[in-house]
């Protein structure tokens, strides 16, 4: 729905507000992700959570600017009506007692906001909330009374900044207004409850902000009705609220603290909702009372009231705006301001603005403390430390004033550096060989691209996060080039200056950490590289930019171990030793603890335990990385740590189990979070070269002659290091036993031989892997020929609604469900034995649901050109159970009980079910996009039956390419 500046998105399946779109700027003001919206659960937009949270909202009527939806269960009858306005939606909750007995009744609408930087999250381009988000909160009783209670001062609307990550939860009773502001884009949005006696919780959360409106709970009698009612208001043009009403939203904007001998400054900015004319006048007002007593502790002596007014002088003292627009009308004060024992101590001074009544009033603080704090701060950071002055988060908040010069003292000297070298001792002369690798390695990194765009200085943060650092120091390494040195220079120092203005944000790449946070351990080598050769007020700035990101990263480290843990970790490691920070110790061995405990983390077999081998991949590539950090630093050596003496190194093992699951032509196969790819060299050449262990060597070799290039600017650092390129060297891959088992992440493979065109089966039959894992025990996929044939669906991204609908579903896996309900996540299973046949292999497992259990054996039977694979399933249960199997290829004939396929490279698979089962032919999904051949069949079972089929394959003579994958 469109109308005036606003638009308003509503998904009518579920009646779910999901976005909320300012047509003026194109801003969108609420956090949406996919997967909530697919599952009809809540997470996303706005969603009703009390009484009851509704996945089968009913839409009983629409118009061009209102939708009324409607929902009946658990004895209440829901009614919301969400109706568009020019300037604002309005969102209406009835909650009726439809029973005939009293129900208890607590209306609470959640609000997912994203401080304009809204969209479905995942979505490229959407970044989220950011730092630069700032809320206002207008609630409570309003003045103190003069007593030394300090619960209402200051008397005003307060000021909070989002943290991100924190999921800091805040309470706001009898809330009027909340209003959530970019400072740096300059808008936001207003949720105004319109409902007398209603409450708020605010709490920071990933990118965004999660704000709850409820009423007090009430016992409703049959037939009674209560309704929760609040409006959204988008606005520009501000950069802080301090007062809404239904013409216009007012915010004072000048510093949270005044220094004593400064003239106040500031402006007045409006937005109005109608069209406005109105005389505007200014003053500081102090206010003497008890309660200054309690906020500065006191409690002793007794505060006669008094006012007192500072006048402010007003760059226009009238406004005529119309509606939808803002302005911004300056102010200085008439009198410098001072801080006095015997006056200003007992005073808190409030900055009021007049419009026409409309009075917007918020208070600062006049404060020695700061001042005598800023002298210890150099001058290259009074820039950062005037951000303290500007939004003094305790003085904003709770008015607690004698805080407010910490951040300030903690800046002067958290911001001493003492810079460590990391690469030491580099030489300036290399092997031809290395210098040419490292020439193929800038050209297949499109470097060159990167240093024209880099001649001049671009604020822009995604261009910034694309840029390859690293390469780029490589390439300075290498030619020694003013050009590349210049394009650093420029390239560094905007990233500063994003990072310092609080503009550093882009997808998966702001200095929130998380995904992604090991890239600033590349800034880190880079700067090391070449900041001999940079202007110092270069250098310094860039120290300071990344001191905020190793801050903001520290918060997040910690040895609760997974993938972004160690993303993280990898980051603080290289930061802290680098900057050299005051407490930078603590950082780096914390970092330490995180890289070794997910170490032991690994499981004895040599699998990550998040299992899906792209998460295996890249835990593997943030502890080489942070591997080399070390040894280049002469630290403690991760390459050789063993969880038990005797034992190989704990890298070296889950190199060589990822090694043992690749596919004859070396693909991981598409099991779990991951579809098929093939790993990079770089994994097992950092390695193998620090251990000169020639099976990774080897293993590199091959993969380098599958992808044709090496991805790393680590790997040529490191073949620089060391001065040789191991790639002109002939390390053999090590042969993999023709069948292996992982009884600890629950792999078994048969590889019929090492030719790429080879059958090869893997079964899935351990843990599901924790969060990246899906419900598929005892599943198995089987390649032939160098292609997919029987397939696992692997993962088609986590905001492609196939990962919710689809990949994460046990009917989507080859494997035995109670119809077409999902396996518990909790169920692994078991291998019983094997035995390896002449040309095949026999192979038992077991799982137990709780609701039933199978066993299944699967057996191969080779004879000249025909694999014959046997499943044997036995259960024991009782309901309607099903049997899946997905396949790739086409359809050539259907028989009912068997079907033949042909697939891509011309391999005939055909699949027999037993003769009384019927196939029924639908259609499954691989990866993000390909569609497969979904076959099953059911069969009831009251007690043991049996299930299983059979797949032949056999490769169609003259049919189909033979080249390789």
């Known amino acids: 729905m469109s109308k005036g500046v606003t638009e308003l998105h509503i998904d009518l399946d579920t009646a779910t507000v999901v976005q909320l779109v300012n047509r003026v700027t194109g801003s969108r003001h609420l956090f949406s992700r996919k997967p909530e919206l697919e599952l009809k659960v809540p997470g996303m937009g706005i969603v009703e959570l009390e009484p009851l949270f509704c996945g089968e909202w009913r839409v009983v009527e629409i118009k061009d600017s209102e939708v009324v939806a409607e929902c009946i269960a658990q004895g209440y009858r829901l009614l919301k009506v969400v109706r568009l306005e020019e300037g604002f939606a309005e969102y209406e909750y009835r909650v009726r007692n439809a029973d005939s007995k009293p129900l208890r009744s607590r209306p609470r609408v959640a609000i997912y906001v994203a401080c304009a930087r809204g969209g479905f999250w995942g979505d490229e381009g959407v970044e989220g909330a950011t730092n630069t988000c700032r809320y206002f909160v207008d609630y409570g009783y309003g003045e103190s009374w003069g007593t030394f209670s300090t619960t209402a001062t200051p008397g005003t609307p307060r000021g909070y900044a989002f943290e991100k990550h924190s999921y800091r939860s805040r309470w706001f009773p009898e809330v009027r207004w909340i209003a959530f502001v970019d400072t740096v884009k300059r808008e936001g949005v207003a949720i105004q409850c319109l409902t007398e006696g209603c409450y708020a919780s605010v709490e920071d959360q990933f990118f965004n902000v999660e704000a709850n409106l409820a009423l007090p709970a009430k016992l409703l009698m049959p037939g009674e009705e209560v309704t929760l009612r609040f409006r ?3 606005f520009t043009g501000l950069t802080r609220v301090d007062y809404i009403d239904e013409d216009a939203v007012i915010g004072v904007e000048g510093p949270s603290i005044a220094l004593p001998g400064d003239r106040y400054r500031g402006s007045v900015q409006i937005y109005s909702l109608r069209r406005l004319e109105a005389s505007i006048d200014g003053r500081i007002v102090f206010d003497r009372g008890m309660q200054s007593i309690g906020k500065r502790g006191y409690c002793v002596d007794r505060v006669v009231p008094s006012r007192r007014e500072v006048k402010l002088v007003l760059t226009q003292n009238g406004v005529v705006l119309d509606a939808f627009k803002s302005l911004e009308i300056g102010f200085e004060s008439l009198e410098t301001l001072d801080w006095s024992f015997e006056r200003e101590l007992y005073e808190i001074p409030y900055v009021e603005v007049d419009v026409d009544n409309k009075v917007a009033r918020r208070a600062i603080s006049i404060d020695p403390d700061v001042e005598d704090a800023l002298n210890f701060v150099p001058q290259n950071l009074a820039k950062l430390a005037r951000k303290h002055l500007i939004f003094n988060s305790v003085v904003e908040s709770d008015y607690l004033e004698r805080e407010a010069s910490k951040p300030v003292y903690s800046l002067a000297f958290s911001m001493r550096f003492s810079p460590r070298r990391i690469l030491r001792g580099f030489r300036s002369a290399f092997d031809r060989s290395v210098e040419d690798a490292v020439l193929e390695h800038l050209r297949s990194a499109n470097v060159e691209q990167f240093i024209d765009l880099w001649q001049k200085r671009i604020l ?16 300075y390494l290498i030619t020694k080039s ?14 500063a200056e994003l990072v310092l203005s609080d503009s550093f944000v882009t997808y998966f790449s702001a200095v929130h ?29 860039t120290y300071q930019a990344l001191k905020i990101v190793a801050d903001e990263i520290s918060k997040l480290t910690n040895t609760w171990i997974g993938n972004w843990e160690l993303s993280e970790a990898c980051a603080l490691l290289a930061l802290s030793h680098k900057l050299g920070y005051p407490g930078n110790d603590i950082d780096f061995y914390r970092a330490l603890a995180t890289a070794k405990r997910a170490l032991k983390s690994f499981l004895p077999d040599g699998a990550w335990p998040e299992l899906a081998a792209s998460y295996h991949l890249a835990s593997l590539n943030h502890l080489v990385k942070m591997a080399e950090v070390l040894r280049y630093i002469g630290s403690e050596n991760l390459y050789t740590y063993t969880t038990k003496p005797g034992q190989e190194p704990v890298i070296k093992k889950a190199l060589l189990w990822l090694w043992s699951i690749l596919t004859p032509y070396d693909t991981v196969p598409a099991l779990e979070d991951a579809n098929e790819f093939i790993p990079s060299p770089d994994t097992y050449l950092l390695p193998g070269l620090a251990l000169s262990d ?5 293993v590199a070799q091959r993969l380098y002659r599958r992808v044709k290039r090496l991805q790393s600017p680590w790997t040529l650092l490191a073949m620089i290091h060391y001065n040789k390129n191991p790639l002109l060297h002939d390390y053999p891959a090590p042969v993999r036993r023709r069948v292996a088992v992982f009884e600890d992440s629950g792999r078994f493979m048969y590889r019929e031989s090492e030719d790429e065109k080879a059958l090869y089966i893997v079964i899935d039959f351990g843990p599901q892997g924790g969060w990246h894992g899906h419900p598929d025990r005892l599943s198995f996929e089987v390649y032939y020929y160098g292609e997919p044939i029987v397939v696992d669906a692997g993962s088609g991204g986590y905001y492609n609604p196939l990962h919710w609908t689809w990949s994460r579903r046990s009917i989507a896996h080859n494997t035995v469900t109670l119809g077409d309900s999902d396996l518990p996540e909790h169920v692994r299973g078991y291998l019983l034995g094997y035995e390896e046949l002449d040309k095949g292999f026999r192979a038992s497992f077991k799982m137990d649901t709780d609701t039933f259990v199978l ?3 699967l057996t191969l039977e080779t004879q000249d050109e025909l694999r014959e694979i046997l499943v044997s399933d036995v259960v024991r249960g009782k309901g309607l159970f099903r049997w899946n199997l997905h396949c790739r290829g086409s359809i050539v004939e259907y028989r009912g009980s068997s079907v033949v396929l042909r697939t891509p490279k011309g ?25 497969t051949i979904y076959l099953y069949y059911e069969k009831q079972i009251d007690g043991v039956g049996n299930l299983g089929g059979v797949i032949k394959l056999r490769k169609a003579l003259g049919f189909g390419s033979d080249n390789q994958f």
């Open 513 to 541: 950490g998380g995904g992604g946070a090991d890239r600033f351990a590349d800034y880190v080598v880079a700067l090391d590289i070449v900041e001999d050769s940079l202007p110092r007020d270069v250098v310094e700035k």
């Open 855 to 857: 066993e299944r054996t």
């Open 232 to 234: 959204l208001i988008p």
């Open 460 to 475: 822009d943060p995604v261009t910034v996060t694309r840029t390859p650092i690293l390469s780029l120091a490589l390439a």
């Open 482 to 495: 003013e050009k590349v040195l210049k394009a650093l220079e420029n390239l560094l120092d905007s990233f």
């Open 907 to 931: 391999v005939e698979v055909v699949v027999e079910a037993p003769q009384e089962s019927v196939l029924s032919v639908g259609e499954g999904y691989r990866g993000s996009s390909e569609n």
């Open 694 to 698: 020639n099976d990774l060597l080897g």
